[in-house]
Every structure is written in C-alpha cells, then in structure tokens.
T-cell receptor, first 110, second 118 residues
Framework: LAKTTQPISMDSYEGQEVNITCSHNNIATNDYITWYQQFPSQGPRFIIQGYKTKVTNEVASLFIPADRKSSTLSLPRVSLSDTAVYYC???????????FGDGTTLTVKP | NAGVMQNPRHLVRRRGQEARLRCSPMKGHSHVYWYRQLPEEGLKFMVYLQKENIIDESGMPKERFSAEFPKEGPSILRIQQVVRGDSAAYFC????????????????FGQGTRLTVV
C-alpha cells in the first residue's frame, strides 16, 4: 500500500477556498485516491475519489497531476462546519484493507 | 454514516475483562470491515468479513482479538482480557459488494465504539 503524507494541520477562514495536498510517491499504476472527512466522535465520511486528472462533485474537487505522485483536495468556500480531519487514502485491490494516514486537521475560523 | 449502527457507543472495561463490540451493517450489505483508531491517529485496518467468513484478518492482533459475522445478527469484535493499550475508538464499515476498485463500491462507516480500559 502506498504511503501518504499530508500536512498535519491547516487553518482557514469562512468563505475561502482550501486546498489540501497529499503526497503518495509510491502510488501503483492501478491505485485510486480517495478522500474522507471525519468529525470528532464520528466515523469517516466519503468525500471524493479519482484516478487521474480532475474530478468534481457537489462538495469538492480533486486534482491529480499526470505523474499521480500527489493529489489535491479543493474545498470551495469553506464554512465553520467544514472543520474536521481530512484523510487521503491510496488503495488498489482491497480498499477495505487500507490504513488511513494521520490526516490533516482543518480548522475554519469565522 | 446513517445506517451502520455500532453499539455501545462508549464502553468501559477493567483490565482483564472482555469487551464485545457490535456492528450492524447497512441493510443489504454483506461485507464488514473493522478498524481501530488511537488518539490523534488515522484508522488502521483490522479485519474484513463477509457473511460467516473471515476474508482478511491480517491487521488483527494474533492474541485476544477475534471477530465474527454470523448469518443472522451483527458482526462482533471481541477482545478478551483487555489491557490499557486496547483503549481506542473502534469503527466498522460496511459495503454492498467487496470494497475494491473493480466494483467501484463505497463503504459506509458507523459512528464507532470508544473503548476505555481502566
């Protein structure tokens, strides 16, 4: 399983765009990249998933460069309720066996 | 998170006691995954079960830990003779099909059981 590296913490203000980058230098050809959000005392919640280039859904965008050695989660116009830990997960054959990294604690301030 | 039910939400056990953690997957889901999360750390895979079968238990400690997913009823993670180091949050996730890229399946997590060993 590819090892992932994320910033430990980030601060932002309401209404700003937040970009969280995850490094995964050892990503394998068939690996996917998934991002999860976790609030205190709750289980992780799926945000977005991609393989290459750009993926967008109603809550976020995921940018993956051609070499796929990193990925960036983009959260547009964050609010206080986006304060959470964000995990980048790189996985291939068995996503359920993947281990989440230490995550990035995002704090959104008023 | 709605749909995957874990109970109890909080569990306190004395050293040497047994802890039983329950996970009821979402309706129709037959694949269950258990994870452990220590404070300030990410989730670590423990075991993957599919109705009545253990598919992968490579992340589970060899001693004192066991898991089952019977034909009827919830999945159970059992920890015997608990020690202080077992204190953690235990999460389960469930999916309709095997959670891998070939099925493009999403897994849903429960709210976890916080085990405290005193």
């Amino acid at each position: 399983l590819a090892k992932t590296t994320q910033p430990i913490s980030m601060d932002s203000y309401e209404g700003q765009e937040v970009n969280i980058t995850c490094s995964h230098n050892n990503i394998a050809t068939n690996d996917y990249i998934t991002w999860y959000q976790q609030f205190p005392s709750q289980g992780p919640r799926f945000i977005i998933q991609g393989y290459k280039t750009k993926v967008t859904n109603e809550v976020a965008s995921l940018f993956i460069p051609a070499d796929r050695k990193s990925s960036t989660l983009s959260l547009p116009r964050v609010s206080l309720s986006d304060t959470a830990v964000y995990y980048c997960l790189v996985w291939g054959t068995n996503a359920g066996k993947s281990t989440f990294g230490d995550g990035t604690t995002l704090t959104v301030k008023p | 998170n709605a749909g995957v039910m874990q109970n109890p939400r909080h569990l306190v056990r004395r050293r040497g006691q047994e802890a039983r953690l329950r996970c009821s997957p979402m309706k129709g889901h037959s694949h269950v995954y258990w994870y452990r999360q220590l404070p300030e750390e990410g989730l670590k895979f423990m075991v993957y079960l599919q109705k009545e079968n253990i598919i992968d238990e490579s992340g589970m400690p060899k001693e004192r830990f066991s898991a089952e997913f019977p034909k009827e009823g919830p999945s159970i993670l059992r920890i015997q003779q608990v020690v202080r180091g077992d204190s953690a949050a235990y999460f389960c996730a469930s999916s309709f099909r095997a959670w891998d890229r070939s099925t493009n399946t999403e897994a849903f997590f429960g709210q976890g059981t916080r085990l405290t060993v005193v």
